[in-house]
């Protein structure tokens, strides 16, 4: 869909199933290919995206068993709107991994998805209540060797 301004949208629903994130990160990389963003920005995206839709996955409860991403592409940017309709999380409860603690050992794996999704994107902002959480995450495009 194009907008007046010049905005486009491409809408995905993914059902909340193993690997479905996949199908998440190849329209994410056909967009961003369609966009002209380079070779590690896509990266950047797609595990951010990657990310997003694993807490989905397994931290939603979504009562309707999708997750909705909407790419929406501006001139200079992407951005994308991860929703599901589940039980929603307090944000102020999420602990933040303290590295000596994940390598000393424990589940070293787990709980860096938030953070990940923060270092990869230029911003993220997370609503969540009981309707669900939605994650919009927005990525700039730089030139090659720029920051």
Not at 92 to 101: C, D, F, K, L, N
């Amino acid at each position: 869909m194009q907008r007046t301004d010049g905005t486009r949208e491409v809408s995905l629903t993914i059902p909340i199933i193993p690997d479905m994130e996949v199908a998440a990160t190849q329209t994410a990389e056909a967009v961003l290919r369609l966009m002209a963003f380079s070779a590690d920005q896509i990266d950047e995206v797609k595990h951010a995206l990657i990310e997003a839709c694993i807490n989905a996955f397994e931290h939603s409860a979504s009562r309707d068993g999708n997750v909705y991403i909407r790419f929406v592409m501006r001139p200079d940017e992407l951005r994308l709107v991860i929703q599901d309709f589940g039980t929603g999380f307090d944000q102020a409860t999420v602990q933040r991994p303290e590295m000596a603690r994940k390598v000393g050992g424990g589940d070293h794996k787990r709980g860096w998805g938030l953070m990940m999704m923060q270092s990869l994107m230029d911003a993220v902002a997370i609503e969540s209540g009981e309707a669900g959480t939605r994650i919009t995450m927005t990525k700039k495009r730089h030139e090659e060797g720029s920051a």
